[in-house]
């Protein structure tokens, strides 16, 4: 990594001090949110110009490519890959194999796949929006970079339930697990069920208008049964944290049978209606004849946990 990256990485610290001279601090608030955008432009120029080196390195190393036996087809093939930050644009080298093959070897030492479009990452993204919200508006939450449908696909391509867990250092008393599953359009007339989970340490609240979840991990069970699918993620939390430390595990999901063993393999589990689902029942239940009158006593005894005074005003709804 040389010349390339260092003048990049100059002209983003260059950019940043521009951007402060200019804008001043009088309104701090708007000149870092000027700072966000020229950060993000600039770390994904960054970023491609550290492919754009390692690309380079690789065609100098003339010696090692002939003893694997790669030959240079074509230079400078562009490529857009989507990553959270936005579109990374890159050009790399595309090589002849001894064995009649071809590679593109910089897209593969960077871990992107022949026709991946979206990172790993940003679908992990989509898995987690997925257990909290419809698909459509996980797809309008990414800021209009894809499609529903793309959501759909990319959720299908990610083939390992979950990546490899690393121990964290200090277990939190509390674990939050969403699940859910979502209906994915396959090839015309074909779909499947996909089984969604998202393991989190729980809710940061420190920003009033926009909450996030806390160290998420993030599962998809596509082509498993819902037994394997469930006994791979309670493996990969025992593998991620110490168990008898964790004090409550809440499962927040909209009652799917196929849940249940979820939490029959978790010390500790508490089932929690998820919000997504909870105001999709409700709006079933209050468009009844009658019902809009009880809205308010039903959503306070949810929230108080009084099932006494919930079942009787759901009775009298019945009733009508």
């Known amino acids: ?125 989509f898995v987690q929006m997925a257990s909290e919200m419809s698909m459509q508006k996980a797809a309008k939450s990414s800021g209009d970079l894809v499609s529903r449908q ?45 089984p969604l989970i998202t393991v989190t340490e729980g809710m940061d609240t420190s920003n009033d208008k926009r909450h996030k979840t806390i160290a998420p991990v993030h599962f998809q069970g596509f082509g498993m049964s819902n037994d394997a699918f469930i006994e791979d993620v309670v493996a990969a939390i025992y593998e991620r944290y110490d168990i008898d430390r964790v004090k409550n595990v809440f499962i927040h999901a909209d009652g799917g049978r196929w849940i249940g063993k979820l939490g029959a393999l978790m010390p500790n589990a508490v089932f929690v209606m998820d919000g997504f689902h909870l105001k999709k029942y409700f709006k079933k239940l209050f468009t009844l004849e009658g019902a809009g009158h009880y809205a308010g006593v039903v959503k306070n005894a949810i929230r108080s946990n009084d099932l006494e005074v919930f079942v009787k005003y759901c009775d009298a709804i019945d009733e009508k």
């Open 150 to 194: 793309t959501v759909n696909n990319k959720i299908l391509a990610m083939k390992e339930p979950v990546a490899e867990m690393e121990r964290v250092k200090n277990t939190p008393s509390e674990l939050h697990i969403f699940a859910d599953e979502d209906h994915v359009h396959l090839r015309p007339k074909k779909s499947a069920i996909v």
């Open 1 to 125: 990594m040389g010349s390339i990256i260092t003048q990049t990485a100059i002209e983003l610290v260059e950019g940043i001090i521009r951007t402060i001279e200019e804008n001043g601090l009088s309104n701090i608030g708007r000149t870092a949110e000027t700072l966000f955008g020229n950060i993000v432009k600039g770390t994904l120029k960054l970023l491609s110009s550290a492919v754009s080196e390692m690309d380079n390195a690789v065609l100098a190393a003339k010696k090692e490519r002939k003893l694997d036996g790669l030959t240079v087809k074509e230079r400078n093939v562009p490529r857009t890959f989507t990553t959270k930050l936005g579109d990374l644009h890159y050009s790399r080298t595309y090589f002849s194999q001894k064995d009649g093959g071809n590679i593109y070897l910089v897209d593969h030492l960077i871990g992107v796949e022949a026709n991946e479009r979206l990172s790993k990452e940003l679908c992990a993204e």
